[in-house]
């Protein structure tokens, strides 16, 4: 198997374990020590916690929990060389839909860092092409 499909294994995996399972410990496991989250919203102070056990208590807090309780809904996974690329669609309970694109780097069999890019559903779109 490719390094590029093993990293999206991987992927689908912390996916499926934070979104289906809500199971963070098991999740944690395939955070690379060194993991950084570029989410501005999560919490994180280098000096006191890991970038890993910031973005799991992110999680475990009222904002990650909302995600996980959301109705998540994978269109896409682009897996090159270290990165992978999810483009998904988000709907939470009493929210617009929202667009996302996570792009994960994996590093020895675990994630590394993380970015991601939410666009919101507009009431009327300006084209019929949909967004995800």
């Known amino acids: 198997m490719s390094t590029k499909n093993q990293n999206r294994e991987i992927v689908e995996e ?68 270290d990165l992978v690329a999810v483009h998904s669609r988000l709907a939470r309970a009493g929210a617009p839909a929202t667009a996302v694109v996570d792009i994960l780097r994996v590093l020895d069999g675990q994630v590394v860092e993380h970015w991601d890019v939410v666009q919101p559903f507009p009431d009327a779109p300006a084209n019929p092409h949909g967004m995800v």
Not at 18 to 38: E, I, K, R, Y
């Open 14 to 81: 912390l996916l499926h374990l934070v979104f289906d399972a809500n199971d963070l410990d098991a999740a944690g496991a395939l955070l690379h020590p060194d993991f950084v989250s570029h989410n501005p919203l999560v919490p994180h102070d280098p000096a006191t916690q890991s970038g890993r056990d910031a973005f799991l208590a992110f999680f475990r807090g009222p904002a990650g929990t909302a995600l996980m309780q959301a109705d998540t809904e994978v269109r896409r996974i682009v897996a090159g060389d």
